[in-house]
């Protein structure tokens, strides 16, 4: 068997349809975000990255930073291997609290990344609730999708964001332990969840509601708790999830909910108990930052203030985006070529970044370009990035959008 000629073809057959994704090579630069250098082809050019999930530049706030530095100076590099082993790293449990209180919840559990902390959580708790069944939305991240799957319990998928449809497949269930999950920010097409409507819906029918946060945290609510907390609805969800590594800018993810919640899944979920915990510097640095947005506003209003003059531009000039109330501005080319074309372009003429989003990401024909504009983007980066795309608009004939 040529194993090597297998694997040949399979990517031969993903570029052939204008999917093969290629990463860029950037070295971001701190203090200078959105600003990174780019390595290509045996030179370095500076570029201005539009499609970070770093949200809010994080990642690069002197706080954050020397929280960081600091930490590494005083405990070294690694944890030590799993808390199974090595024991809860002091860090680790101020980290916890502060994720508890962000959330309005008794306890926090943290894990390695955001997809672990989902698939790791959900997995458990289908597996473990006897005769559980998990109500999925339809556009549920594939670390959701594989915790469910993982899981082995019954699943039940329900239209994207519907909670009438939610309410009738929850009735046909009957009496069985309910599981349901969904996000409240969709990181492609940038809409939130009707919140409201589908926790009623779940208390009703006496499931346990979970929602994926990653998107949000950091972004919404007057301390950064994510839609939930904008909308005052946290404690009436059972299991909240988040990510450190998006608008907090480092790494790693989190569950929060009750203190028993949180221990079943502390004492059952491999995901945990098997994996290297987060070193302390990074911890250290993820508590620096949700710090700093619990207490400061500053950020989030730059961010909406630069979404909107960006939305406004897109506008005037045509360009069409699917309008949200997010801060995700997905710009549609509806062609894996042209999208992957473009991307191109833009870093090599204009030095730009905004990676293609092509299938599997995203369903084949809706393929995009995602925008995420931050409070650090200017006025004439903004300029600079619309007036491109209008140029290359033209050069590739697309549709522009009709006002």
């Not at 990463?23 to 200078?32: N, P, S, T, V």
């Not at 409070?375 to 009709?402: E, F, G, M, Y």
Request: hydrophobic share 40%.
């Amino acid at each position: 068997m040529n194993f090597e000629q297998i694997f040949s073809d399979q990517i031969s057959l993903l570029k052939s349809e204008g999917n093969y994704r290629i990463f860029a090579e950037l070295e971001r630069k701190r203090g200078d975000f959105p600003r990174a250098a780019s390595h290509a082809e045996g030179c370095v050019k500076d570029v201005t990255v539009w499609c970070s999930n770093d949200y809010l530049g994080m990642g690069q706030h002197p706080e954050v930073v020397a929280a960081m530095v600091e930490t590494a100076q005083a405990c070294g590099t690694g944890a030590g291997g799993t808390r199974n082993i090595s024991g809860n790293h002091h860090h680790h449990i101020k980290l916890e609290a502060e994720l508890a209180d962000l959330h309005a919840k008794e306890a926090a559990l943290l894990f390695t990344s955001g997809y672990v902390s989902n698939w790791a959580a959900l997995s458990t708790l289908g597996a473990r609730v006897p005769n559980a069944v998990i109500l999925s939305d339809a556009h549920n991240h594939a670390s959701m999708i594989e915790g469910v799957r993982h899981s082995r319990a019954d699943k039940v998928i329900w239209a994207h964001n519907d909670w009438r449809d939610l309410d009738k497949k929850l009735t046909a269930l009957g009496d069985r332990p309910k599981i349901v999950a969904f996000e409240s920010v969709y990181s492609m097409d940038g809409d939130i969840a009707p919140i409201k409507e589908i926790v009623e819906v779940a208390k009703a029918h006496g499931a346990l509601t979970y929602i994926d946060e990653v998107h949000a945290v950091g972004m919404y609510g007057p301390r950064g708790g994510g839609v939930s907390e904008r909308e005052g609805l946290a404690d009436q969800i059972d299991l909240i999830e988040g990510t450190l590594g998006k608008a907090f800018g480092v790494m790693g993810g989190y569950i929060t909910g009750s203190k028993v919640l949180c221990d079943f899944i502390r004492s059952f979920a491999s995901g945990f108990i098997f994996t290297t915990a987060l070193p302390p510097a990074i911890a250290a640095a993820a508590t620096a930052s949700i710090k700093h947005l619990k207490a400061s506003d500053a950020e989030r209003q730059g961010q909406q203030a630069q979404v909107a003059k960006m939305r406004a531009r897109l506008d005037h000039l045509g360009i069409p985006y699917i309008n949200n109330e997010s801060h995700i501005i997905p710009v549609m080319i509806g062609d894996p070529v042209k999208c992957r074309m473009i991307s191109d372009v833009l870093m090599r003429d204009f030095g730009v970044y905004v990676q293609a989003i092509n299938y599997p990401t995203v369903a084949k024909g809706t393929e995009r370009l995602r925008i995420t504009p931050s409070p650090l983007h200017s006025d004439a980066d903004i300029d600079h990035l619309t007036n491109a795309l209008a140029t290359l608009w033209k050069q590739c004939a697309l549709a522009r959008a009709v006002a």
